[in-house]
């Protein structure tokens, strides 16, 4: 395998290993992209079965004991078949607010060759923000979209087809569908992350390997190919036991910017545990990358969790905590626990009462966790304020039954989420609800089949939507 470098670690070693690549099913397939969360499973079959219970004469009210017979010639009772009635699922009943200071959700459409963005913004339609024509190659089944914060350029990432780990490819574009740069042995599922100004993108790549494509001001990109050391990929500190690193290197994921902007941060994920073990940090010319023992959350040098990038999503902005979703440890499958670290990767707090499907940062440090009594055909969904204590508060919102649902981000004070239902018929909405008053709720539905040609979504703050 091309991507596979011998090892030559010493006797600290620790067991990470790179992610599989297995993409499940393909977007068309699931109900919507927007509000399907991951699924862990190679599928889910439901069925419903009618309840058989024995017919008995009532021997007193609220009575379980057994049947009498009436004499020597009784025939048994015959069995009662109760049918259960069909599931019904139902969007969230609110209007289509104008919300003062809300943020706009942007749709990533698929149309043949191009992509093109449409915007919702609470109180308005869907309407059309612009188009990336040749975005994508001929065939390509499934891709994923991050768009530059100046939304002049688009970066699409494109799975392999066969699932081939660290096999996947990227395409820089700009709107007029000029490609300026392509690349192959990249890692799809970790994602992309654009600086501030829009002037470089970071997307990783196999053999231990980071892309910095920088675009300069006459439209040309260049890629700088960076080699991140073995170091890194250890926890830091290192834990003072012997462990043991399988041969082939773990996943990372760009997480953001430093806010000065000379640094770009990334994590290691582990596939045992489903969150990150170590983090590190790339210098944006190239010329150093160094382990760090946190974020670095609020000082010049360190992340700037920017709506829009993974570090944005999981790193609260206000103390550097990190909420990442761990894997079920029993092999038999189960819900996932969310799990809340400080920044000195000590233990805060978990949340796994129910199946947590998303989560995001409030702007006070707060934690929001949509979650559900299922992950997929639950009966109810909500969305659930965590305080630093980790104490749940009352729910700011709750819906139900649903197919799925999804919490898209938060930005700005406001929770964007989308929900889908199947039963009796399918339609999915996205939603808008302001956290600090729930009664500043918006959503609007998704054209008829609008779903299935969604490729991504993103939550943009009013300052910095175009």
Do not use: C
Not at 142 to 159: K, R, S
Not at 176 to 190: E, F, I, K, Y
């Amino acid at each position: 395998m091309a991507d596979l470098e011998p090892r030559r670690d010493g006797p600290y070693e620790a067991p990470l290993e790179r992610l599989a690549a297995g993409r499940g099913q393909r977007r068309r397939a699931l109900v919507a992209i927007l509000s399907i969360g991951i699924v862990l499973f190679g599928a889910i079959g439901l069925a419903r079965l009618s309840e058989i219970t024995a017919a008995a004469p009532e021997t007193g009210r609220g009575s379980t004991g057994p049947a009498t017979s009436a004499g020597p010639t009784a025939e048994p009772s015959a069995p009662a078949f109760r049918s259960v009635a069909p599931r019904t699922e139902h969007l969230l009943d609110a209007p289509n607010d104008l919300l003062a200071d809300a943020p706009s959700v942007l749709l990533f459409v698929r149309d043949g060759l191009a992509i093109g963005v449409e915007r919702w913004t609470a109180g308005m339609d869907l309407a059309p923000k612009q188009t990336f024509r040749a975005a994508l190659d001929a065939g390509t089944p499934d891709v994923f979209t991050v768009l530059a914060p100046t939304d002049d350029h688009l970066f699409v990432l494109e799975p392999d087809e066969s699932g081939t780990p660290m096999n996947d490819r990227g395409r820089l574009v700009d709107p007029t569908g000029r490609l300026l740069w392509s690349g192959d042995h990249l890692a799809a599922v970790s994602g992309a992350a654009w600086s501030a100004d829009g002037r470089l993108v970071v997307v990783a790549g196999s053999n231990r390997r980071w892309h910095l494509v920088r675009i300069d001001a006459a439209g040309k990109a260049t890629d700088r190919t960076v080699a991140l050391p073995f170091r890194i990929f250890l926890p830091t500190p290192l834990p003072t036991t012997d462990l043991s690193i399988p041969r082939v290197d773990p996943r990372t994921i760009p997480l953001g910017f430093s806010k000065d902007g000379r640094w770009a941060y990334g994590g290691i994920a582990s596939p045992e545990l489903g969150l990150l073990v170590a983090t590190f940090r790339v210098a944006v010319d190239g010329s150093a990358v160094e382990p760090v023992a946190d974020l670095g959350v609020g000082r010049a040098d360190g992340l700037d969790p920017r709506p829009g990038t993974i570090g944005g999503r999981i790193v609260d902005p206000a103390s550097g905590r990190i909420a990442t979703f761990r894997t079920n440890p029993d092999p038999s499958g189960g819900t996932r626990s969310l799990e809340v670290r400080n920044p000195d990767a000590g233990f805060a707090f978990a949340v796994g009462s129910e199946a947590p499907i998303g989560a995001g940062w409030g702007p006070d440090g707060g934690l929001f966790v949509l979650a559900a009594n299922a992950p997929l055909f639950a009966d109810r969904v909500q969305l659930i304020p965590y305080g630093r204590d980790g104490m749940a508060g009352a729910p700011v919102l709750e819906m139900g039954p649903l197919a799925s649902a999804d919490l898209l981000g938060i930005v700005d004070g406001f929770a964007a989420m989308a929900a889908s239902v199947t039963r009796p018929t399918s339609a999915v909405q996205l939603i808008l609800v302001d956290l600090a008053d729930p009664s500043r709720i918006a959503q609007v539905p998704l054209p008829d089949g609008g779903s299935d040609s969604i490729v991504g979504v993103e939550v943009r703050g009013v300052q910095v939507t175009g």
